[in-house]
């Protein structure tokens, strides 16, 4: 062996990337599959997927760069995953999906049925949380399946995020990570551990304990990769999956940031903000820091709901065919985003047009072009017919 090896899985919205990486963080060989269709929407606002769709993708991609570097094979050591964040699988006695995936970009709402505890419900007034916890609750998936699939929800023995699954599928073992515990379950991110049952938020997602998957601190073993597994993707036999954490939260550990005075900038599908903290607080009420990859740490997060979602939906499905740029042209098109005034240009976009679902916070309004939300409704964008096409992208990117 001259140099060990990490094989890993980066599962995000839009790819999926297999990587070769070496201890000092340089990759020997990476391998990126861009997804046709990143989900698929049932009713307006949903977004699913089929449940072994990124299962399918992480074996094509492994075994396009397990056949690639063949010499390299025995110097893989070991096998780790991070994958999008609240992304959900409702899984049977027997650990076979019940049904599709359901996305974090999902927002279908539950039905508010009055769930809190009477004394709950007047400390949630007491604090002027009312709001937010009926929010939070219409907005988590489980009460959503609780209600409108009751079938569904009576014969699902594990309730878990995508990692979990994923982790199943690789080692045959059904656990997961602390540090992927980012999402609408009832975790105690400050103690690490599934909430109690007399735990004052318990009842806004009140999934029972036994649901809820196995976990194991980041850097231990989660399992080891089956034969299953490797006759599908290439990848050694044998191999031990180690624990890492979410998306967001590798990436910070991977941008150094891991005292206080750092933050990590993401722009991905979300946009975010991310500390590295000992000590626990919450960045907004009833938003908790997450649990860092890093044992100790957590992980204070402010988010931009529709990251560069918005600007590759922007740039390749809202523009006509004849007023989209051509590749050589993209550089030019970016300086013309910061540098050209607006209305100074062959218009690009006449009438109304809709842009993906954002939160209010996002909606900044700017010259050219005009913004408005609300809580229920998809922000939408009035471009009038002095909008060029840089006025365009400089918005959805504000």
Request: with cysteine.
């Amino acid at each position: 062996m001259e140099t060990p090896l990490v094989l890993t899985f980066d599962i995000g919205t839009q790819s999926i990337r297999c990587l070769l990486a070496r201890p000092d963080g340089s990759f020997a060989d990476m391998v990126q599959r861009k997804y046709d269709q990143p989900y698929f929407s049932l009713e307006p606002g949903w977004a699913e997927q089929r449940p072994d769709f990124y299962y399918e993708q992480m074996c094509l991609a492994a075994k396009t760069l397990c056949q690639r570097n063949r010499e390299l094979l025995p110097d893989i050591v070991a096998v780790t995953l991070t994958a999008i964040r609240d992304t959900v699988v409702c899984l049977d006695e027997k650990q076979e999906p019940l049904r599709d995936i359901i996305l974090w970009l999902d927002k279908r709402q539950a039905a508010w049925d009055r769930p809190f505890p009477l004394y709950k419900s007047w400390m949630f007034r007491l604090v002027g949380m009312t709001e937010a916890t009926k929010t939070i609750y219409r907005a988590s998936v489980c009460n959503w399946i609780r209600q409108n699939e009751p079938e569904i929800w009576e014969k699902t023995d594990k309730y878990v995020f995508l990692p979990g699954y994923l982790n199943y599928k690789i080692t045959g073992q059904q656990v997961d990570a602390e540090a992927n515990m980012i999402g609408h379950i009832p975790y105690d991110c400050k103690h690490r551990r599934w909430k109690s049952r007399h735990d004052l938020t318990r009842c806004i997602h009140d999934v029972p304990v036994s649901k809820m998957p196995p976990l194991k601190k980041s850097g231990e073993v989660l399992g080891y990769v089956t034969k299953e597994f490797s006759r599908a993707s290439g990848v050694p036999e044998g191999l031990p999956l180690i624990a890492t954490g979410s998306d967001k939260g590798c990436e910070t550990l991977g941008l150094s940031v891991v005292q206080p005075h750092k933050a990590a900038l993401s722009f991905g599908t979300t946009a975010t903000i991310q500390l590295a903290v000992e000590k626990y607080f919450e960045p907004q009420s009833f938003m908790p820091a997450y649990p860092a990859v890093p044992n100790h740490l957590y992980n204070p997060e402010i988010e931009l709901y529709r990251g560069f979602w918005l600007v590759s939906w922007g740039s390749s499905g809202s523009l006509d065919k004849r007023s989209r740029p051509r590749p050589r042209r993209w550089a030019a098109l970016r300086r013309r985003c910061w540098t050209e005034p607006f209305g100074r240009s062959r218009p690009a976009v006449r009438g109304f047009c809709s842009s993906p679902i954002g939160p209010p916070e996002s909606c900044i309004p700017t010259p050219g072009a005009r913004w408005w939300a609300s809580r229920t409704t998809t922000p939408t964008c009035i471009c009038t017919g002095r909008s060029s096409k840089a006025s365009f992208l400089r918005c959805t990117i504000r």
